[in-house]
């Protein structure tokens, strides 16, 4: 069974910086794809980033394409987000998710990231 678990949220100022981990349980966990998402208040979920089986390619959305960096230590079965000049719109819910076959079929408890302006 695949357990992940978010932690380093927490509330910081407009230009701070965070960085969240995700620690995973899966075995092989050096195989698969690994993502982060997001959901704020009232929104949909949305696709935040994403790394490969050995960190090779990376992969994020406009939105936050400059300013997070995401990586993984396939050694320590975790993956993280670095995240740098942050605003107020991203504020949500920060998720990691686990991809195996092509779908991403099992996530994280989340953890609140509150940035005040």
């Known amino acids: 069974q695949v357990q992940l678990v978010e932690s380093g949220g927490g509330l910081v100022q407009a230009g701070g910086s965070l960085r969240l981990s995700c620690a995973a349980s899966?075995?092989?966990?050096?195989?698969?794809?690994m993502g982060w998402f997001r959901q704020a208040p009232g929104k949909e979920r949305e696709f935040v980033a994403s790394?490969?089986?050995?960190?090779?390619?990376?992969y994020y959305a406009a939105s936050v394409k400059g300013r997070f960096t995401i990586s993984r230590d396939n050694a320590k079965l975790t993956v993280y987000l670095q995240m740098n000049s942050l605003n107020p719109e991203d504020t949500a819910v920060y998720y990691c998710a686990l991809n195996s076959d092509g779908k991403y079929n099992y996530w994280g408890q989340g953890t609140q990231v509150t940035v005040s302006s």
């Open positions: 790394i490969s089986w050995n960190g090779g390619s990376t």
């Open positions: 899966a075995r092989s966990f050096s195989r698969y794809y």
